[in-house]
């Protein structure tokens, strides 16, 4: 390829732009994992309690960009709804470390990327690889867990990201109202209380895996009984999850305008 012809691959698929953003993942990866690696074991109320508000406040950011809410806007809507629900209920979201399930959740991580109201670490809480990528992997810098997933983005990447810029272009408000619902319909898969319910084997022990997980069979969310001081805290971060989200919806607007 001459130097040219890179130039013009570069505008083509906004090289800059995605250096940028594939960058600060990077750098927010590496810099964050011990601290959520700690978090998660130490303090997993608070964290979700975070996550929650963070989603919480995208169901309305990204659903106020709906232009008409017509039938078939509120159809896709509660599809998208359903079929969060349907995952949630569905599947523990318990861990998975096969090379075709990797590189799954990096096709599917990368294209939430493309869609609004949809991050990559959202995408792989639901699909129960969250801690196991960018906890566990990047902490243990661990190549047979990152290689796949790494590989599943860049795919992902160039095979579906004009597809799904094509379907925003001309059916907007059906994609948003479908993806606003799915965000809606995850906030229980986020839910801080729960307690976990393992799968037993005949005699009642619990299964465990070759390398040691013991297998998820689901969850029992519970609504805390005692008003106390985790209780507080924890409602505490799920407002600043919605300030966060709130705060950098208006950073994007004023950037907009500036622009």
């Not at 083509?12 to 998660?40: M, R, Y």
């Not at 729960?194 to 013991?214: F, M, P, R």
Request: neutral net charge; charged residues 10%; contains cysteine.
């Amino acid at each position: 390829m001459t130097k040219g012809e890179f130039r013009k691959f570069s505008k083509h698929v906004n090289l800059d732009f995605l250096l940028v953003v594939f960058g600060g993942i990077f750098v927010s990866i590496l810099t964050f994992a011990k601290l959520f690696e700690f978090l998660f074991l130490d303090y997993p109320v608070y964290v979700w309690s975070y996550f929650f508000g963070l989603i919480l406040a995208s169901v309305y950011f990204v659903g106020k960009t709906v232009q008409k809410y017509k039938l078939p806007v509120i159809v896709t809507f509660l599809i998208g709804t359903s079929l969060a629900l349907f995952i949630t209920f569905l599947s523990p979201g318990s861990q998975n470390d096969h090379f075709l399930y990797l590189f799954l959740c990096g096709i599917v991580a990368v294209c939430s990327m493309i869609l609004p109201g949809l991050s990559g670490s959202f995408v792989l809480i639901l699909m129960g690889n969250y801690e196991l990528v960018f906890i566990e992997a990047v902490n243990n810098m661990d190549i047979t867990i990152l290689l796949p997933v790494v590989l599943g983005s860049v795919f992902g990447l160039i095979a579906f990201s004009h597809a799904l810029s094509w379907i925003l272009r001309n059916y907007k408000d059906q994609t948003i109202s479908l993806l606003t619902g799915f965000i809606l319909g995850s906030l229980l898969t986020l839910w801080p209380w729960k307690n976990t319910v393992y799968q037993l084997d005949s005699i009642g022990e619990i299964i465990t895996k070759a390398d040691g997980t013991q297998v998820i069979q689901a969850y029992e969310r519970f609504f805390p009984q005692s008003f106390n001081t985790e209780v507080i805290l924890a409602l505490v971060l799920m407002l600043a999850g919605v300030l966060t989200i709130t705060l950098l919806e208006k950073i994007a607007v004023k950037g907009d305008k500036n622009n």
